[in-house]
């Protein structure tokens, strides 16, 4: 049936007909109030259609009973409905209230965008939207850097932290987006931007902890201060002090370790270097150390494709030896005596000059040697007392980054990479107080022997690592790197010491995970073999020619004594003379 009205016709719904079927609008204690204002209108029902005669009923049908309007109706509704008036918020769908988390989210941002002085995101920039999403997870941070007067500094054996340089002109320029974040003083988040298969952006963020995290807004000083100072004085107590710099080319090693870049010219005195000179010299002023009478004096060389050149001595080739009490010697190698800072940043300039560097696809400008700055201290017999090493290492370029460079390039690459994997073990070795340390796997750390043997030896690696997201899979290698250098974990355990060093770092990267190719493998041992027969040439060559030398002078003297001992006998020459005479006669 029809519902309609007397003076309408139909199509006409009473208003408690309309809250009846949408118990939502209004609950039914509230009706009263529009049966006041809108009063049921008799409902008559549209005529139903005459039946359709047949052989079974052949009369009218009598009229229906008339109907009971809606209002007047009793209504049942569920004891949960009843107890509890519908409410519009909880009756909606969970995709309506992320449409509305989505909305709420994005008013905000819009809201931080238009204040004044937030103006960091450039729409024009290609990589806004993950320059936003790294805006907004800092945003959610509470950020406590690390500074000069909230922190103290602690003692460690090994200290491994990472500092972030600034982003430079040239990344400014290519609008490359800051992809590192430091929420504390010793952690540190890269957010590696991904695309899904939908080409959808999304943020893959990886989360490291360290000793200490230095951000872009960190001085020399500072880095200084918890890294290389707490390990000074190991060296006035007979202890071996190292601090190693590591990381991608460019990303700031030669400029924390040696000082600020003015153009192509540096000043040495704002860097590591010319800070720990400074505090050795004050040290030595002291009464607890003064009345020792040491002598300071520096060395300064580099190690490039597996040999060691003196950079006092105008790159002159060095020999590294073993003596029988297992003591490696650099042979000849020049030391220095310094009596002030000014004299020491002397010789660190003098070396510098003359320091190998390289172009490759990464930088223009790269050093393509391990630099070793040494300031030893000797007492008045001459023996050591202490020494600290500076370790500038060279880049650790991936095989992508110079994959365009000549065969010679190539190989430069795989010597430092594999030096830096053998430097990575020792130090491992050395915090976990393994028995075998294979520091023979290299040059590198052959030459830095003493700094991973004994207990008076301290170690503090310094990572840097580069802010731009096209340097985010070297970054990430670098943290990697360090973390592997500094195990944290209880129970970890090398591998068994094999012999051969070489085999040993080979067995401990596999045991790890690490992915290392056979035929690298094999590379890096018919190089070491190389390099052996080199040195064993050259040395023989050298024997040969002192002996020679030997041989020469042993000549001279005895010609010089028959020199000065011809006797003349004029009468004997003379007989002689008429003999022979005689007998051609």
Not at 39 to 60: M, Y
Not at 257 to 264: I, S
Not at 371 to 376: D, N, T
Not at 504 to 509: A, P
Request: charged letters at 25%; hydrophobic letters at 35%.
């Amino acid at each position: 049936a029809v519902v309609s009205t007397q003076s309408t016709g139909g199509k006409e719904i009473e208003v408690l007909t309309v809250l009846n079927l949408n118990g939502n609008l209004l609950p039914p204690a509230h009706w009263a109030g529009y049966e006041k204002f809108y009063p049921a209108k008799p409902t008559v029902l549209a005529p139903a259609p005459a039946p359709l005669p047949n052989n079974r009923n052949s009369g009218i049908q009598p009229p229906s009973a008339p109907r009971v309007p809606l209002s007047q109706r009793p209504i049942n509704l569920p004891p949960s409905v009843a107890n509890h008036p519908a409410d519009p918020a909880k009756r909606k769908s969970q995709c309506v209230k992320e449409i509305d988390k989505i909305k709420k989210n994005r008013e905000e941002r819009r809201a931080r965008i238009n204040q004044p002085g937030a103006g960091e995101i450039d729409p024009s920039n290609p990589n806004w939207e993950f320059a936003q999403m790294i805006e907004d997870y800092r945003q959610e941070l509470n950020v406590a850097p690390l500074s000069f007067a909230n922190e103290v500094v602690r003692d460690h054996r090994i200290c491994v932290c990472v500092r972030k340089r600034p982003i430079n002109k040239k990344e400014k320029k290519l609008k490359t987006v800051d992809v590192m974040t430091f929420p504390s003083k010793d952690h540190i988040v890269v957010h590696e931007p991904k695309l899904k298969v939908d080409l959808t952006k999304f943020l893959e963020n990886h989360k490291f902890h360290f000793d200490y995290a230095f951000d872009e807004s960190s001085t020399n000083d500072l880095v200084y201060k918890f890294t290389a100072q707490p390990i000074l004085r190991t060296i006035f107590d007979g202890g071996i002090a190292t601090c190693f710099a590591y990381g991608q080319t460019g990303s700031g090693k030669t400029h924390t370790m040696g000082g600020d870049f003015n153009g192509k010219e540096q000043n040495f005195s704002l860097g590591i270097y010319a800070l720990a000179a400074s505090d050795v010299f004050e040290v030595l002023k002291g009464p607890q150390y003064g009345s020792l009478d040491l002598k300071v004096s520096c060395s300064f060389f580099e190690i490039y494709g597996g040999k060691v050149f003196d950079l006092l001595a105008r790159r002159a080739k060095r020999r590294v030896l073993e003596d029988g009490n297992n003591v490696v010697n650099v042979v000849d190698l020049k030391e220095s005596p310094v009596l002030s800072v000014a004299s020491v940043l002397g010789v660190i300039k003098e070396g510098s000059a003359v320091r190998t560097s390289g172009q490759t696809s990464a930088n223009a400008h790269s050093s393509r040697s391990h630099a070793v700055f040494q300031m030893i201290l000797r007492n008045p017999r001459g023996k050591l007392q202490g020494k600290f090493s500076f370790i500038d290492l060279a880049g650790n370029e991936r095989g992508a980054d110079t994959c365009s460079a000549n065969r010679a390039t190539r190989i430069e690459g795989a010597e430092i990479n594999k030096s830096l994997l053998a430097l990575k073990e020792c130090i491992r070795a050395m915090s976990i107080n393994a028995t075998h340390i294979p520091f023979r796997a290299s040059k590198l750390t052959q030459v830095l022997r003493d700094s991973f043997v004994g207990e008076k030896a301290r170690t503090c690696m310094i990572a840097t690592i580069a802010p731009g997201q096209n340097s985010v899979e070297c970054s990430l290698n670098t943290l990697r790197y360090a973390d592997r250098v500094k195990e944290l974990g209880p129970g970890a355990k090398p591998a068994p010491p094999l012999g051969d060093d070489l085999a040993f770092l080979h067995q401990s990267l596999m045991s790890q995970g690490e992915e290392e190719e056979q035929e690298m493998f094999n590379f890096h041992q018919a190089l070491d073999q190389l390099q052996q027969a080199e040195e064993t040439l050259v040395e023989e060559h050298t024997q040969c020619i002192q002996e020679n030398k030997e041989y020469l002078k042993q000549e001279e003297v005895i010609l010089q004594r028959m020199e000065q001992g011809v006797d003349y006998d004029i009468e004997g020459t003379k007989l002689a003379e008429i003999h022979f005479s005689g007998l051609g006669t």
